[in-house]
């Protein structure tokens, strides 16, 4: 079983910043890919960033592309979302996931196995 944990629920102005923490337990986090997803109200969830279990590749959402990072520190068992330059759209409720052992992140649900119980993120205009 793992558990995943997000921290870092705000609300921020449209141009500010905002990072978020996914606190992992109960599995080897260290050779599992991570993903963050979110899905805003009304919508499907959606791929935002995933970072390979090894942190050498990253990918993004072209929504979020020069303005989101990801990152992820394994000595903590922990995975980041530095998100800037923030604008109303990215309004949702954030979820972290952990996906492949040993292998790259990838955009869809079904590559994640276990997801964390999500925190709100608000923008206002």
């Known amino acids: 079983q793992v558990q995943l944990v997000e921290s870092g629920v705000g609300l921020v102005q449209a141009g500010g910043s905002l990072r978020l923490s996914c606190a992992a337990s109960?599995?080897?986090?260290?050779?599992?890919?991570m993903g963050w997803f979110r899905q805003a109200p009304g919508k499907e969830r959606e791929f935002v960033a995933g970072i390979m279990w090894n942190g050498g590749r990253t990918d993004y959402a072209n929504a979020v592309k020069g303005r989101f990072t990801i990152s992820r520190d394994n000595a903590k068992n922990t995975v980041y979302l530095q998100m800037n330059s923030l604008v109303p759209e990215d309004t949702a409720v954030y979820y972290c996931?952990?996906?492949?052992?040993?292998?790259?992140?990838?955009?869809?649900?079904?590559?994640?196995?276990?997801w964390g119980q999500g925190t709100q993120v608000t923008v206002s205009s």
């Open positions: 996931a952990a996906g492949r052992t040993l292998g790259a992140a990838g955009r869809t649900l079904g590559e994640y196995d276990y």
């Open positions: 109960g599995r080897t986090f260290s050779t599992s890919a």
